[in-house]
């Protein structure tokens, strides 16, 4: 009785190892196809006679993914120049004369020009934060700091925290909170994403010497 238990602890553990090795290479390797599948489609844009099936009789994975960073870096270059610029704003100026284009359009430049920008301060903070109730602590990323028009309401001093959900960080809620209440952690956003994915599995090293169980201090005064 006692080898049968041993044999399928045995067993348990080998599975468990086995799953240890073959699930993160088959989810990064489905996700690498995924992503190259999805860019393969930038080949749509190029002629059906200059496709690689029309000039050597078969798909090439990934040069789609290849086209589409030229493509990015192409408009770059032409988008940091003078003529570029002024072109884009005709463009922009067009698409918000669009009724419905105009809302979409502009909601997305927005947010997308908070999260590239290299002055931007959105995500660019791993924070501490008390939530949903008094003791109960969560990680929230920094996304700035409330408009004009709600600050006037809230008093003392703020910061806008987005406190994502786990294991899936794309949806979460949007707080704002009191600058004294929210503490910066000494990990980066990365590490701190990792963390949330994992479910709190995956703890990120300390980059300091802080003592465990330690709030670091409050955010300092730079947005």
């Known amino acids: 009785m006692t080898s049968r238990k041993e044999s399928v602890e045995a067993l348990k553990r080998y599975l468990i190892a086995g799953l240890l090795v073959w699930v993160p290479l088959g989810i990064t390797i489905w996700v690498l196809q995924l992503l190259l599948s999805t860019l393969d489609q930038t080949l749509l844009l190029v002629p059906a006679s200059a496709r690689p099936e029309a000039l050597f009789g078969f ?97 003392s001093e703020h910061v806008s925290v987005y406190v994502p959900t786990t294991p899936n960080p794309t949806s979460g809620f949007f707080l704002m909170l009191p600058r004294s209440r929210v503490h910066e952690l000494d990990m980066t956003v990365d590490e701190a994403l990792k963390y949330i994915i994992s479910m709190g599995v995956v703890a990120p090293r300390p980059h300091t010497n802080i003592p465990v169980g330690t709030i670091t201090p409050a955010l300092d005064r730079r947005n």
């Open 59 to 155: 798909h090439i994975p990934g040069l789609g993914a290849l086209l589409a960073f030229a493509i990015l870096i192409l408009t770059g270059v032409i988008a940091a120049n003078f003529f570029g610029a002024r072109l884009i704003l005709l463009w922009e100026s067009v698409l918000n004369r669009i009724p419905v284009v105009k809302s979409i359009y502009s909601s997305v430049k927005q947010v997308s020009d908070t999260l590239l920008s290299d002055s931007g301060n959105a995500f660019r903070k791993a924070l501490l934060v008390e939530y949903p109730y008094q003791g109960c602590w969560t990680i929230a990323f920094q996304t700035g700091i409330p408009a004009v028009a709600v600050a006037g309401h809230l008093g």
